[in-house]
Protein backbone atom coordinates (compact mmCIF):
# COMPACT_ATOMS: atom_id res chain seq x y z
CA UNK A 1 0.00 0.00 0.00
CA UNK A 2 2.71 2.56 -0.86
CA UNK A 3 1.35 5.56 -0.60
CA UNK A 4 4.36 7.77 -2.24
CA UNK A 5 4.29 10.39 0.51
CA UNK A 6 0.32 11.42 0.34
CA UNK A 7 -0.08 11.44 3.98
CA UNK A 8 -0.63 14.66 5.74
CA UNK A 9 1.49 13.24 8.69
CA UNK A 10 4.70 11.48 7.75
CA UNK A 11 5.39 8.33 10.03
CA UNK A 12 9.10 9.50 10.77
CA UNK A 13 10.46 13.24 10.01
CA UNK A 14 13.78 14.94 10.69
CA UNK A 15 14.22 18.63 11.06
CA UNK A 16 17.46 20.33 10.79
CA UNK A 17 19.07 17.11 12.29
CA UNK A 18 23.21 18.39 12.99
CA UNK A 19 26.09 16.23 14.35
CA UNK A 20 29.28 17.80 14.99
CA UNK A 21 32.71 15.87 16.19
CA UNK A 22 36.17 17.49 16.87
CA UNK A 23 36.86 19.20 13.83
CA UNK A 24 33.85 17.43 11.79
CA UNK A 25 30.51 18.95 11.21
CA UNK A 26 29.08 14.96 10.38
CA UNK A 27 25.71 16.09 9.21
CA UNK A 28 24.68 19.65 8.99
CA UNK A 29 20.88 20.45 8.83
CA UNK A 30 19.18 17.56 7.44
CA UNK A 31 15.67 17.08 6.79
CA UNK A 32 14.26 13.51 6.16
CA UNK A 33 10.75 12.24 5.49
CA UNK A 34 9.35 8.76 5.79
CA UNK A 35 5.74 7.48 5.12
CA UNK A 36 3.90 4.39 5.77
CA UNK A 37 4.35 1.99 3.50
CA UNK A 38 7.04 3.95 1.40
CA UNK A 39 10.99 2.44 1.10
CA UNK A 40 12.88 5.46 1.00
CA UNK A 41 16.38 4.74 -0.14
CA UNK A 42 19.21 6.80 1.55
CA UNK A 43 21.99 6.65 -1.13
CA UNK A 44 25.36 8.64 -1.20
CA UNK A 45 29.26 8.28 -1.14
CA UNK A 46 31.67 7.20 1.50
CA UNK A 47 31.55 9.89 4.32
CA UNK A 48 27.94 11.73 2.67
CA UNK A 49 26.18 11.34 6.57
CA UNK A 50 23.83 8.47 5.72
CA UNK A 51 25.08 6.37 9.24
CA UNK A 52 25.61 9.05 11.04
CA UNK A 53 21.79 10.42 10.32
CA UNK A 54 20.80 6.88 10.85
CA UNK A 55 22.19 6.84 14.40
CA UNK A 56 20.76 10.14 15.44
CA UNK A 57 17.21 8.82 14.52
CA UNK A 58 18.27 5.39 16.48
CA UNK A 59 19.75 6.61 19.31
CA UNK A 60 23.65 6.04 18.75
CA UNK A 61 24.59 9.55 18.60
CA UNK A 62 22.75 12.34 20.58
CA UNK A 63 22.37 15.56 18.23
CA UNK A 64 23.36 18.32 18.24
CA UNK A 65 20.93 20.10 16.52
CA UNK A 66 16.99 19.96 14.75
CA UNK A 67 13.78 17.33 16.18
CA UNK A 68 12.99 14.06 15.53
CA UNK A 69 9.36 13.83 14.90
CA UNK A 70 7.15 9.98 15.17
CA UNK A 71 3.66 10.05 14.14
CA UNK A 72 3.73 13.89 14.64
CA UNK A 73 5.55 13.32 17.86
CA UNK A 74 9.12 14.56 18.77
CA UNK A 75 10.83 11.77 20.19
CA UNK A 76 14.58 11.78 21.61
CA UNK A 77 16.26 8.06 21.49
CA UNK A 78 18.43 7.85 24.30
CA UNK A 79 19.74 4.44 23.04
CA UNK A 80 18.94 2.11 20.02
CA UNK A 81 16.94 0.06 22.78
CA UNK A 82 14.96 3.01 23.54
CA UNK A 83 14.62 4.22 20.02
CA UNK A 84 13.60 0.07 19.31
CA UNK A 85 10.92 0.61 22.02
CA UNK A 86 9.47 3.62 20.45
CA UNK A 87 8.60 1.64 17.40
CA UNK A 88 12.35 2.27 15.28
CA UNK A 89 14.31 -1.17 14.25
CA UNK A 90 17.30 -1.39 12.55
CA UNK A 91 18.77 -4.46 10.54
CA UNK A 92 22.34 -3.85 9.67
CA UNK A 93 24.38 -5.72 7.08
CA UNK A 94 26.29 -7.73 9.91
CA UNK A 95 22.97 -9.63 11.44
CA UNK A 96 23.07 -9.11 15.22
CA UNK A 97 21.72 -12.56 15.98
CA UNK A 98 23.06 -15.47 18.09
CA UNK A 99 24.06 -17.91 15.37
CA UNK A 100 24.00 -21.17 18.45
CA UNK A 101 20.28 -20.54 19.45
CA UNK A 102 17.65 -21.84 17.39
CA UNK A 103 15.36 -19.54 14.58
CA UNK A 104 12.71 -19.53 17.52
CA UNK A 105 15.18 -18.21 20.11
CA UNK A 106 16.46 -15.87 18.34
CA UNK A 107 13.31 -14.06 17.27
CA UNK A 108 11.79 -14.11 20.45
CA UNK A 109 15.13 -13.39 22.53
CA UNK A 110 14.65 -11.79 25.69
CA UNK A 111 10.71 -12.39 25.44
CA UNK A 112 9.55 -15.78 24.83
CA UNK A 113 6.12 -16.99 25.76
CA UNK A 114 6.35 -18.13 29.43
CA UNK A 115 4.41 -21.21 31.30
CA UNK A 116 4.45 -21.97 34.70
CA UNK A 117 7.18 -19.41 35.18
CA UNK A 118 9.22 -21.15 32.60
CA UNK A 119 10.20 -20.35 28.91
CA UNK A 120 7.29 -22.33 27.11
CA UNK A 121 9.67 -23.57 23.85
CA UNK A 122 6.21 -25.74 22.36
CA UNK A 123 5.08 -22.12 22.42
CA UNK A 124 7.98 -20.24 21.16
CA UNK A 125 8.06 -22.27 18.12
CA UNK A 126 4.78 -22.95 17.07
CA UNK A 127 4.67 -18.86 17.03
CA UNK A 128 7.80 -18.19 15.44
CA UNK A 129 6.82 -20.76 12.67
CA UNK A 130 4.11 -18.64 12.02
CA UNK A 131 5.34 -15.17 12.15
CA UNK A 132 8.04 -16.52 9.31
CA UNK A 133 4.95 -18.17 7.13
CA UNK A 134 3.14 -14.55 6.90
CA UNK A 135 6.24 -13.44 5.20
CA UNK A 136 6.27 -16.47 2.86
CA UNK A 137 9.00 -18.66 4.60
CA UNK A 138 9.12 -22.23 5.97
CA UNK A 139 11.62 -23.16 7.71
CA UNK A 140 12.40 -25.58 10.61
CA UNK A 141 12.51 -23.10 13.56
CA UNK A 142 14.16 -25.59 15.70
CA UNK A 143 17.42 -25.32 13.57
CA UNK A 144 20.16 -23.21 14.81
CA UNK A 145 20.18 -19.79 13.01
CA UNK A 146 24.21 -20.71 11.70
CA UNK A 147 22.30 -23.52 9.58
CA UNK A 148 20.89 -21.22 7.24
CA UNK A 149 21.78 -18.93 4.33
CA UNK A 150 22.59 -15.03 5.18
CA UNK A 151 19.19 -14.15 3.09
CA UNK A 152 17.60 -16.38 5.57
CA UNK A 153 19.21 -14.60 8.70
CA UNK A 154 18.65 -11.48 7.05
CA UNK A 155 14.81 -12.26 6.76
CA UNK A 156 14.73 -13.62 10.39
CA UNK A 157 16.21 -10.36 11.75
CA UNK A 158 13.54 -8.26 10.10
CA UNK A 159 10.83 -10.26 11.33
CA UNK A 160 12.20 -10.05 14.82
CA UNK A 161 12.70 -6.29 14.19
CA UNK A 162 9.38 -5.89 13.00
CA UNK A 163 7.49 -8.13 15.75
CA UNK A 164 9.35 -5.61 17.82
CA UNK A 165 8.57 -2.52 16.74
CA UNK A 166 6.29 -2.68 13.94
CA UNK A 167 6.37 0.75 12.67
CA UNK A 168 9.46 2.21 11.49
CA UNK A 169 12.25 -0.55 9.55
CA UNK A 170 16.44 0.62 8.57
CA UNK A 171 17.86 -2.02 6.36
CA UNK A 172 21.54 -1.22 6.10
CA UNK A 173 23.11 -2.75 3.12
CA UNK A 174 20.60 -5.87 3.67
CA UNK A 175 21.31 -7.38 0.06
CA UNK A 176 25.44 -6.96 0.01
CA UNK A 177 26.25 -10.24 0.75
CA UNK A 178 23.24 -11.60 -1.43
CA UNK A 179 22.97 -13.46 -5.19
CA UNK A 180 19.85 -12.54 -7.17
CA UNK A 181 17.92 -15.28 -5.85
CA UNK A 182 18.12 -14.36 -2.52
CA UNK A 183 17.67 -10.15 -3.27
CA UNK A 184 14.60 -12.01 -4.34
CA UNK A 185 13.19 -13.49 -1.95
CA UNK A 186 13.94 -10.45 0.75
CA UNK A 187 12.65 -7.90 -1.60
CA UNK A 188 9.19 -10.42 -0.88
CA UNK A 189 8.96 -9.74 2.00
CA UNK A 190 9.77 -5.97 1.61
CA UNK A 191 6.58 -5.83 -0.57
CA UNK A 192 4.70 -7.62 2.55
CA UNK A 193 6.13 -4.96 5.03
CA UNK A 194 4.98 -2.13 2.38
CA UNK A 195 1.79 -3.61 2.76
CA UNK A 196 1.66 -3.60 6.59
CA UNK A 197 1.97 0.25 6.45
CA UNK A 198 5.45 -0.05 7.82
CA UNK A 199 8.11 2.58 6.62
CA UNK A 200 11.52 1.56 5.47
CA UNK A 201 14.34 2.92 5.22
CA UNK A 202 16.83 1.06 2.64
CA UNK A 203 20.84 2.50 2.70
CA UNK A 204 22.42 0.49 -0.34
CA UNK A 205 24.78 1.37 -2.97
CA UNK A 206 23.02 -0.75 -5.70
CA UNK A 207 21.43 1.68 -8.10
CA UNK A 208 20.04 -1.69 -9.43
CA UNK A 209 18.10 -2.27 -6.79
CA UNK A 210 17.16 1.51 -5.45
CA UNK A 211 15.32 1.70 -8.50
CA UNK A 212 13.58 -1.53 -8.54
CA UNK A 213 12.54 -1.70 -4.64
CA UNK A 214 12.31 1.84 -3.35
CA UNK A 215 9.60 4.80 -3.85
CA UNK A 216 11.53 7.53 -2.65
CA UNK A 217 15.10 8.81 -2.56
CA UNK A 218 17.05 11.14 -0.19
CA UNK A 219 20.51 12.03 -1.69
CA UNK A 220 23.43 13.07 1.14
CA UNK A 221 26.77 14.22 0.02
CA UNK A 222 29.50 15.73 2.86
CA UNK A 223 27.00 15.79 5.49
CA UNK A 224 24.24 17.80 3.66
CA UNK A 225 21.13 16.61 1.95
CA UNK A 226 21.58 17.57 -1.70
CA UNK A 227 18.03 16.35 -2.59
CA UNK A 228 14.72 14.26 -2.31
CA UNK A 229 12.84 12.43 -5.47
CA UNK A 230 9.94 10.06 -6.04
CA UNK A 231 11.86 7.49 -7.54
CA UNK A 232 10.05 7.72 -11.41
CA UNK A 233 10.93 11.43 -11.32
CA UNK A 234 14.68 10.89 -10.61
CA UNK A 235 16.85 9.98 -13.71
CA UNK A 236 19.75 8.28 -13.45
CA UNK A 237 22.34 10.30 -14.81
CA UNK A 238 20.63 12.93 -12.32
CA UNK A 239 21.06 10.80 -9.31
CA UNK A 240 24.76 10.10 -9.97
CA UNK A 241 24.96 13.89 -10.80
CA UNK A 242 23.84 14.64 -7.15
CA UNK A 243 25.72 11.89 -5.77
CA UNK A 244 28.97 13.06 -7.81
CA UNK A 245 28.40 16.29 -7.09
CA UNK A 246 29.71 17.10 -10.66
CA UNK A 247 27.28 18.30 -13.57
CA UNK A 248 27.46 16.25 -16.59
CA UNK A 249 28.32 18.33 -19.51
CA UNK A 250 28.01 18.38 -23.40
CA UNK A 251 31.88 18.73 -24.23
CA UNK A 252 34.80 16.47 -23.74
CA UNK A 253 37.09 16.81 -20.66
CA UNK A 254 40.45 17.70 -21.52
CA UNK A 255 42.61 14.96 -20.45
CA UNK A 256 45.77 16.22 -18.37
CA UNK A 257 49.21 17.15 -20.42
CA UNK A 258 51.15 13.96 -19.02
CA UNK A 259 48.02 11.42 -19.77
CA UNK A 260 48.23 8.27 -20.56
CA UNK A 261 48.22 8.86 -24.12
CA UNK A 262 51.66 9.43 -24.02
CA UNK A 263 53.08 6.12 -22.87
CA UNK A 264 52.83 3.08 -25.16
CA UNK A 265 52.08 -0.17 -23.38
CA UNK A 266 54.11 -3.42 -24.02
CA UNK A 267 52.87 -7.41 -23.69
CA UNK A 268 50.12 -8.18 -21.57
CA UNK A 269 51.06 -9.52 -18.17
CA UNK A 270 48.03 -9.91 -16.96
CA UNK A 271 44.63 -11.58 -18.31
CA UNK A 272 41.67 -12.91 -16.00
CA UNK A 273 39.11 -14.55 -18.18
CA UNK A 274 35.42 -14.99 -16.24
CA UNK A 275 36.73 -14.89 -13.19
CA UNK A 276 33.96 -14.31 -10.14
CA UNK A 277 32.61 -15.17 -6.89
CA UNK A 278 28.97 -15.70 -6.07
CA UNK A 279 27.15 -13.46 -4.00
CA UNK A 280 30.62 -10.66 -4.63
CA UNK A 281 31.50 -10.05 -8.21
CA UNK A 282 30.10 -11.10 -11.48
CA UNK A 283 32.17 -12.50 -14.41
CA UNK A 284 34.42 -10.51 -15.52
CA UNK A 285 36.91 -10.27 -18.19
CA UNK A 286 40.23 -7.53 -17.70
CA UNK A 287 43.45 -7.58 -19.33
CA UNK A 288 46.20 -5.20 -18.12
CA UNK A 289 49.92 -5.11 -19.68
CA UNK A 290 53.29 -3.75 -18.92
CA UNK A 291 53.24 0.47 -18.41
CA UNK A 292 49.48 0.63 -18.77
CA UNK A 293 47.49 1.74 -15.94
CA UNK A 294 44.00 0.85 -15.83
CA UNK A 295 41.70 2.81 -13.81
CA UNK A 296 38.73 1.19 -11.95
CA UNK A 297 35.32 3.43 -11.63
CA UNK A 298 32.25 2.84 -9.97
CA UNK A 299 30.38 4.36 -7.43
CA UNK A 300 31.15 2.75 -3.51
CA UNK A 301 30.03 0.00 -3.51
CA UNK A 302 29.54 -1.33 -7.26
CA UNK A 303 32.21 -3.99 -6.83
CA UNK A 304 35.61 -2.19 -7.65
CA UNK A 305 37.61 -3.36 -4.55
CA UNK A 306 35.94 -6.70 -4.48
CA UNK A 307 37.91 -7.35 -8.05
CA UNK A 308 40.89 -6.24 -6.33
CA UNK A 309 40.25 -8.60 -3.96
CA UNK A 310 39.79 -11.87 -5.94
CA UNK A 311 42.79 -10.64 -8.35
CA UNK A 312 45.29 -10.39 -5.23
CA UNK A 313 44.24 -13.57 -3.82
CA UNK A 314 42.63 -12.12 -0.19
CA UNK A 315 39.14 -14.14 -1.52
CA UNK A 316 38.74 -17.13 -3.41
CA UNK A 317 37.53 -16.82 -7.10
CA UNK A 318 35.33 -19.80 -7.84
CA UNK A 319 35.09 -18.97 -11.00
CA UNK A 320 37.37 -18.01 -13.94
CA UNK A 321 40.99 -18.11 -15.13
CA UNK A 322 44.09 -16.05 -14.30
CA UNK A 323 47.16 -16.26 -16.68
CA UNK A 324 50.69 -14.21 -15.99
CA UNK A 325 52.26 -13.42 -18.77
CA UNK A 326 50.33 -16.27 -20.88
CA UNK A 327 50.69 -18.80 -18.54
CA UNK A 328 47.90 -19.88 -16.55
CA UNK A 329 48.52 -19.28 -12.59
CA UNK A 330 45.80 -19.92 -8.95
CA UNK A 331 46.52 -17.09 -7.17
CA UNK A 332 45.14 -18.96 -3.99
CA UNK A 333 46.49 -15.76 -1.27
CA UNK A 334 47.99 -12.85 -0.99
CA UNK A 335 51.09 -14.56 -0.75
CA UNK A 336 50.93 -16.10 -4.02
CA UNK A 337 50.24 -13.27 -5.32
CA UNK A 338 52.53 -11.84 -3.43
CA UNK A 339 55.61 -14.57 -5.14
CA UNK A 340 54.03 -13.59 -8.78
CA UNK A 341 54.84 -10.07 -8.68
CA UNK A 342 51.90 -8.41 -7.52
CA UNK A 343 51.27 -5.48 -4.92
CA UNK A 344 48.42 -3.94 -3.00
CA UNK A 345 47.65 -1.13 -1.48
CA UNK A 346 44.40 -1.37 -0.04
CA UNK A 347 41.70 1.05 0.74
CA UNK A 348 41.93 1.45 4.05
CA UNK A 349 45.08 2.15 4.81
CA UNK A 350 44.84 2.24 8.88
CA UNK A 351 43.03 -1.09 9.29
CA UNK A 352 44.75 -2.78 6.06
CA UNK A 353 47.68 -0.74 5.07
CA UNK A 354 49.83 0.30 7.89
CA UNK A 355 50.82 -1.21 11.24
CA UNK A 356 50.33 1.80 13.44
CA UNK A 357 52.56 0.73 16.58
CA UNK A 358 55.67 -0.42 13.74
CA UNK A 359 57.85 2.33 13.04
CA UNK A 360 58.29 3.76 9.52
CA UNK A 361 61.14 1.30 8.74
CA UNK A 362 59.39 -2.00 9.84
CA UNK A 363 56.35 -0.99 7.80
CA UNK A 364 59.04 -0.53 4.71
CA UNK A 365 60.18 -3.60 4.74
CA UNK A 366 57.18 -5.80 5.39
CA UNK A 367 56.29 -6.85 1.80
CA UNK A 368 60.10 -7.54 0.97
CA UNK A 369 60.35 -9.41 3.87
CA UNK A 370 56.89 -11.78 3.03
CA UNK A 371 58.23 -11.99 -0.43
CA UNK A 372 62.03 -13.34 0.72
CA UNK A 373 60.71 -15.63 3.74
CA UNK A 374 61.06 -14.92 6.99
CA UNK A 375 64.11 -17.88 7.26
CA UNK A 376 65.51 -15.37 5.13
CA UNK A 377 65.67 -12.59 7.45
CA UNK A 378 66.84 -8.76 6.24
CA UNK A 379 69.49 -7.09 7.76
CA UNK A 380 68.88 -4.24 10.11
CA UNK A 381 71.72 -2.61 8.18
CA UNK A 382 70.12 -4.01 4.50
CA UNK A 383 66.43 -2.59 6.32
CA UNK A 384 67.72 1.08 7.27
CA UNK A 385 68.97 1.58 3.45
CA UNK A 386 66.02 0.40 1.89
CA UNK A 387 64.02 2.49 4.64
CA UNK A 388 66.49 5.44 3.97
CA UNK A 389 66.22 5.53 0.24
CA UNK A 390 62.48 4.97 0.02
CA UNK A 391 62.17 7.96 2.66
CA UNK A 392 64.23 10.06 -0.24
CA UNK A 393 62.72 8.78 -3.25
CA UNK A 394 59.27 9.60 -2.00
CA UNK A 395 59.87 12.41 -0.03
CA UNK A 396 57.92 10.84 2.70
CA UNK A 397 58.39 13.67 5.57
CA UNK A 398 59.22 11.55 8.71
CA UNK A 399 62.22 13.21 11.32
CA UNK A 400 63.65 9.38 10.52
CA UNK A 401 62.75 5.62 10.09
CA UNK A 402 62.42 4.81 13.76
CA UNK A 403 58.96 7.35 13.86
CA UNK A 404 56.22 4.69 14.54
CA UNK A 405 53.89 5.15 11.68
CA UNK A 406 50.32 6.08 13.53
CA UNK A 407 52.18 9.37 13.84
CA UNK A 408 52.71 10.59 10.27
CA UNK A 409 50.24 12.41 8.08
CA UNK A 410 47.66 10.11 6.04
CA UNK A 411 49.40 11.32 2.50
CA UNK A 412 53.01 10.39 4.40
CA UNK A 413 51.24 6.67 5.72
CA UNK A 414 50.11 6.31 2.04
CA UNK A 415 53.64 6.73 0.69
CA UNK A 416 55.04 4.03 3.20
CA UNK A 417 52.41 1.81 1.84
CA UNK A 418 53.67 2.64 -1.99
CA UNK A 419 57.03 2.10 -0.53
CA UNK A 420 56.70 -1.21 1.12
CA UNK A 421 55.55 -2.66 -2.32
CA UNK A 422 58.15 -0.89 -4.39
CA UNK A 423 61.34 -2.19 -2.37
CA UNK A 424 59.80 -5.68 -3.07
CA UNK A 425 59.76 -4.81 -7.27
CA UNK A 426 56.76 -5.65 -8.48
CA UNK A 427 55.54 -6.27 -11.75
CA UNK A 428 52.07 -5.64 -11.18
CA UNK A 429 50.30 -3.19 -8.61
CA UNK A 430 46.82 -2.38 -7.54
CA UNK A 431 46.04 0.15 -5.80
CA UNK A 432 42.54 0.86 -4.09
CA UNK A 433 41.98 4.37 -3.23
CA UNK A 434 45.44 6.01 -3.32
CA UNK A 435 44.51 9.81 -2.95
CA UNK A 436 41.73 9.53 -0.08
CA UNK A 437 41.87 11.44 2.68
CA UNK A 438 45.20 12.91 1.91
CA UNK A 439 46.23 16.46 1.79
CA UNK A 440 46.54 18.77 -1.89
CA UNK A 441 50.44 18.63 -2.37
CA UNK A 442 50.60 15.05 -1.19
CA UNK A 443 47.69 13.97 -3.66
CA UNK A 444 49.78 15.74 -6.47
CA UNK A 445 53.14 14.07 -5.51
CA UNK A 446 50.90 10.68 -5.42
CA UNK A 447 49.63 11.02 -8.83
CA UNK A 448 53.38 11.82 -10.36
CA UNK A 449 54.44 8.81 -8.35
CA UNK A 450 51.66 6.71 -10.29
CA UNK A 451 52.45 8.11 -13.56
CA UNK A 452 56.17 7.35 -13.17
CA UNK A 453 56.03 3.46 -12.42
CA UNK A 454 54.12 3.13 -15.22
CA UNK A 455 56.08 4.59 -17.16
CA UNK A 456 58.80 2.15 -16.01
CA UNK A 457 56.84 -0.45 -17.09
CA UNK A 458 54.88 -1.57 -13.78
CA UNK A 459 51.29 -2.47 -15.09
CA UNK A 460 48.72 -1.01 -12.84
CA UNK A 461 45.17 -1.17 -11.57
CA UNK A 462 43.95 2.23 -9.86
CA UNK A 463 41.00 2.15 -8.11
CA UNK A 464 39.64 5.70 -6.99
CA UNK A 465 36.34 7.86 -6.50
CA UNK A 466 37.92 11.01 -8.12
CA UNK A 467 36.55 10.96 -11.59
CA UNK A 468 39.23 13.43 -12.07
CA UNK A 469 41.80 11.52 -11.71
CA UNK A 470 40.84 8.59 -13.59
CA UNK A 471 41.09 10.27 -16.12
CA UNK A 472 44.16 11.89 -16.18
CA UNK A 473 46.21 9.00 -16.01
CA UNK A 474 44.62 6.25 -17.35
CA UNK A 475 45.01 4.40 -20.44
CA UNK A 476 41.70 2.55 -20.05
CA UNK A 477 38.76 2.67 -17.51
CA UNK A 478 36.79 -0.03 -16.56
CA UNK A 479 33.09 1.03 -15.21
CA UNK A 480 31.17 -1.25 -12.46
CA UNK A 481 28.16 -0.67 -11.40
CA UNK A 482 26.10 -3.33 -8.98
CA UNK A 483 28.87 -5.76 -8.70
CA UNK A 484 29.00 -6.02 -12.76
CA UNK A 485 31.16 -4.99 -15.49
CA UNK A 486 29.64 -2.21 -17.64
CA UNK A 487 31.93 -1.40 -19.97
CA UNK A 488 35.23 -0.44 -20.92
CA UNK A 489 36.61 3.26 -22.41
CA UNK A 490 40.00 4.14 -24.13
CA UNK A 491 41.51 7.16 -25.33
CA UNK A 492 38.83 9.41 -26.75
CA UNK A 493 36.12 8.37 -24.77
CA UNK A 494 38.11 8.75 -21.06
CA UNK A 495 36.51 11.23 -20.14
CA UNK A 496 34.00 11.90 -16.83
CA UNK A 497 31.13 12.80 -18.80
CA UNK A 498 31.18 9.60 -20.53
CA UNK A 499 32.31 7.84 -17.11
CA UNK A 500 29.26 9.39 -15.44
CA UNK A 501 26.99 8.27 -18.32
CA UNK A 502 28.15 4.96 -18.06
CA UNK A 503 27.55 4.29 -14.70
CA UNK A 504 24.29 5.83 -14.95
CA UNK A 505 22.89 3.84 -17.90
CA UNK A 506 19.78 1.81 -17.51
Same mark, same amino acid.
Given at each position: ???????????????????????????????????????????????????? /???????????????????????????????????? %??????????????? +? #?????? !???????????????????????????????????? %?????????????????? %??????????????????????????????????????????????? #???? !??????????????????????????????????????????? +? %? @?????????? !????????????????????????????? /????????????????????????????????????????????????????????????????????????????????????????????? @??????????????????????????? !?????????????????????????????????? @????? +????????????????????????????????????????????????
Amino acid at each position: MSTNGQEKTPLLEAQGLTKIFPSTVALSNVDFTLHAGDVHALVGENGAGKST /LIKLITGVYPKDGGTILLEGKEIEPRSPRHAQELGI %STVYQEVNLIPTMSV +A #ENIFLG !RQPMRYGMIDTRATNRQAKQLLKDFGVDIDVTRNLS %SFSVAIQQIIAIVRGVDL %SAKVLILDEPTSSLDRQEVDMLFSVIRSLKERGIGIILITHFLDQVY #EISD !RITVLRNGQKVGEHLVTELPRVQLITEMLGKELTQTLDEKGTE +A %S @ASRAAGKAYL !RVQGYAREGMVEPFDLEIREGEIVGLAGL /LGSGRTEVAHLIFGIDQHDQGEAYVRGEQTRITSPRKAIQHGFGLCPEDRKVEGIIGDLSVRENIILALQAKMGWFNYLSRQKQNALADDMIK @ALSIATPNAEKPVKELSGGNQQKVILA !RWLISNPDFLILDEPTRGIDVGAHAEIIQIIKRL @AKEGK +AMLIISSELAEVVDYSDRVVIMRDRKKLRELESDDINENTIMQAIAAD
